[in-house]
C-alpha cells in the first residue's frame, strides 16, 4: 500500500509559480513510475505529468514548456514545479503511481487575479 502526502498548493495570481511536493511511503520508492494528476470542478481527473525510474519525463500538452516534474529517490518525493500559471491550471493535484493506486487527500491549487 502507497501513501501519498501532497503539499504547497495555494493561492496565486496568473503568471505565477508554485512547487508541488509529494512524500511518498513505500519501501521501493525508485523503481515506480510517479504521475502529476489534477482535478477541476465538474471535469474528469487527467494526467498533467509522469517520470518514470531513471528521469524520462512527460507531460500534457497543456502544460508543457510551464511545468517540470522531478524526483529525488533519497528522500522518496516528487515534485512539480508550476510556472506560468493560467486559471485554467486551478484544481485540486494529486500525485500517484502511473498507473494510480489510491489517492491521497490531494493538495488546492486556485489561479486567481
Known amino acids: 500500500q502507497v501513501q501519498l502526502v501532497e503539499s504547497g498548493g495555494g493561492v496565486v495570481q496568473p503568471g505565477g509559480s508554485l512547487r508541488l511536493s509529494c512524500v511518498v511511503s513505500r519501501s521501493v520508492f525508485s523503481t515506480l513510475i510517479m504521475g502529476w494528476y489534477r482535478q477541476a470542478p465538474g471535469k474528469q481527473r487527467e494526467l498533467v505529468a509522469h517520470i518514470r525510474e531513471y528521469g524520462f519525463t512527460n507531460y500534457a500538452d497543456s502544460v508543457k514548456g510551464r511545468f517540470t516534474i522531478s524526483r529525488d529517490n533519497a528522500l522518496k518525493t516528487v515534485y512539480l514545479q508550476m510556472n506560468s500559471l493560467k486559471p485554467e491550471d486551478t484544481a485540486i493535484y494529486y500525485c500517484?503511481?502511473?498507473?494510480?493506486?489510491?489517492w491521497g487527500q490531494g493538495t488546492q491549487v486556485t489561479v486567481s487575479s
Open positions: 500517484n503511481t502511473s498507473p494510480p493506486g489510491a
